[in-house]
């Protein structure tokens, strides 16, 4: 049985994402672009770049959004996701998740999912609210200016980086009529991988 992997998971999500913003209306995709610029992933290669950079504080131009696979979302046009994985002193990787949400015009929230910081307060894998992405170079303009964005930082109870991932795709499109869906139609030729996943999905929300 094949052992679980996050870049490929990643990378076959991204595949199905980019299929859907391929169809997405002209509107939609101007919008998206009013507020991430260029920094949009419109094809596999531009994604699989993106999945398989380690970000050493100068390569932010080669790290684009991920389209994420289009579902229902009462409130949500679009969205999309950021991998940034670093390498830490002592050499090991950490990979931290941004997510991107179109709400309305050019209205956006954002969200940080977050290995733990060196610092006491956020020393936790956790999610929180961002006013800026992609290292703060893109600024988010739906959160209200009296709304905090430090706190409250929610625990995520796992670093795992595929965790981490089911945990935000989860939270876009529901669970059983939504992530399940999804790793069924990625994994649809791939069916002895599809039940790795489902079994790490159901094992965390169960």
């Known amino acids: 049985m094949s052992s679980p992997d996050y870049i490929e998971l990643m990378r076959l999500y991204a595949r199905r994402g980019i299929a859907d913003w391929n169809k997405a209306r002209g509107d939609i995709r101007l919008r998206a672009a009013t507020c991430l610029g260029n920094a949009i992933a419109e094809n596999e290669p531009q994604a699989n770049i ?6 050493n504080g100068a390569n932010a131009d080669l790290l684009r959004f991920i389209p994420m696979a289009k579902h229902p979302s009462k409130g949500i046009d679009r969205c999309f ?3 940034v994985r670093e390498k830490q002193s002592g050499g090991n990787e950490t990979v931290a998740f941004e997510l991107f949400l179109l709400v309305e015009r050019t209205d956006c ?3 940080r999912f977050e290995p733990a910081h060196s610092r006491p307060v956020h020393n936790y894998q956790h999610m929180q609210l961002s006013r800026s992405m992609l290292r703060k170079t893109i600024p988010v303009t739906g959160i209200p200016s009296w709304l905090p964005d430090t706190h409250p930082a929610f625990p995520m109870l796992t670093s795992d980086p595929l965790k981490v991932f ?3 795709v989860t939270a876009v499109h529901g669970y059983e009529a939504g992530c399940i869906t999804v790793l069924q139609d990625i994994f649809a030729n791939r ?4 039940g790795v996943y489902l079994d790490i999905l159901k094992g965390m929300l169960s």
Do not use: D, Q, R, V
């Open 191 to 194: 069916p002895g991988e599809l």
């Open 166 to 168: 089911l945990c935000m």
């Open 81 to 83: 996701f950021l991998p």
């Open 109 to 111: 929230l954002a969200f």
């Open 50 to 55: 993106t999945i398989h950079t380690l970000y």
